[in-house]
Structure formats: structure tokens, C-alpha cells
């Protein structure tokens, strides 16, 4: 029995492999969330400015996101905004709820932060989410993406870039 859990783990990081795209040469690789378009992607991919900048949509086209690389390499290390910074985003809304997490892996360190921005009602007006990804704090990609509740699209995106963000493979020449 043991040796069929083996197997069946093997048999799915493989799997998991395969479905890889390499972006840039193979300068970086991601699991392409399947509401993305890849081959959208791939065209980018032998773009003369390709190690500078990538752009990812929706299959749909409706939304687009462009991804800064490199990018600051301290924002991984950054301290939680202060009460006068979340004073500042939150504008004209009731109330602001800020939210942050980071993972840590061999691959690379990812880092998301997620602001909400609620009416006096209580409903959500927007959800802004920042992702960065540095891998040995020398290089890293940087993509922001502000997202009205009440469009599917948007939930898509952010949706999207955080997986996208979480499957990412760095090898920086």
C-alpha cells in the first residue's frame, strides 16, 4: 500500500510539471491558471523586452495586468502600513481592512497584500491586492490589481494573479 501512495505522488508532481509554462526563455515558470491566456503569453515570450515586463489576461480579453520585473527587492521585508498610511488609502471609504501574508519556499518568496475598502453600509466597495515575488531578495516581480466586488472578471483576475504569483519558478540569469 505504501508503495502505491509513492507512485500515485510521483505520478501527480509529474503531472503538475507538465503543466508548466516557461516564460522568457525559461528565465521563469508558472501552473497557468486555466482562466488566463497563455497562449497570450507565449507570444510575449519572444519579445526582445521579455526579461522587463509581462502582461497577463483573461481568456475573455476583458481584463489585462501588467507585471513590473525586476521590481524592488525589499518589499518582501516591508513593515505593515502605519494607521496614517491606511487613513490615506482608505479615501473617502468607511473603513479599510488590510490583510497580508507571506510564503516562503525554495522557489522564491511571495508576499500578498489585500486592502478592502467598505461603505458606511458595510458592502465592500473595492479589493485592492498587491503581490510581490523575490527569490534571494535580488530580483523580483511586482504586479498590483484593484478589483470592484461585483464584477466577475475582476474576482477572476485577482483570483488568477494569486495563483499565478504562488506557482511561480524563478532560474534569474
Known amino acids: 500500500m505504501k508503495l502505491f501512495w509513492i507512485i ?29 491566456d497563455i497562449n497570450f ?39 505593515p502600513p502605519t494607521k496614517e498610511v491606511l487613513d490615506e488609502i482608505k479615501g473617502k471609504s468607511a473603513e479599510i481592512i488590510y490583510q497580508s501574508y507571506l510564503v516562503k519556499h525554495q522557489n522564491g518568496d511571495v508576499k500578498v497584500d489585500t ?12 479589493i485592492e491586492k498587491d503581490f510581490y515575488f523575490s527569490k534571494k531578495d535580488t530580483y523580483s516581480i511586482y504586479a498590483a490589481y484593484k478589483a470592484n466586488p461585483d464584477d466577475m472578471d475582476d474576482a477572476a483576475m485577482l483570483n488568477s494573479l494569486e495563483r499565478f504569483f504562488l506557482s511561480l519558478q524563478v532560474n534569474w540569469n
Open 8 to 36: 500515485l505522488l510521483f505520478i501527480s508532481c509529474n503531472a503538475i510539471a507538465s503543466d508548466r509554462i516557461s516564460y522568457c526563455n525559461g528565465i521563469f515558470t508558472f501552473i497557468p491558471p486555466k482562466t488566463l
Open 41 to 79: 503569453i507565449k507570444k510575449q515570450s519572444k519579445l526582445d523586452n521579455c526579461k522587463s515586463e509581462l502582461t497577463v489576461k483573461l481568456k475573455n480579453g476583458k481584463k489585462a495586468v501588467k507585471l513590473s520585473f525586476p521590481s524592488e527587492s525589499n518589499q518582501l521585508n516591508a513593515t
Open 115 to 126: 486592502f478592502i475598502k467598505k461603505n458606511k453600509d458595510g458592502s465592500v466597495e473595492s
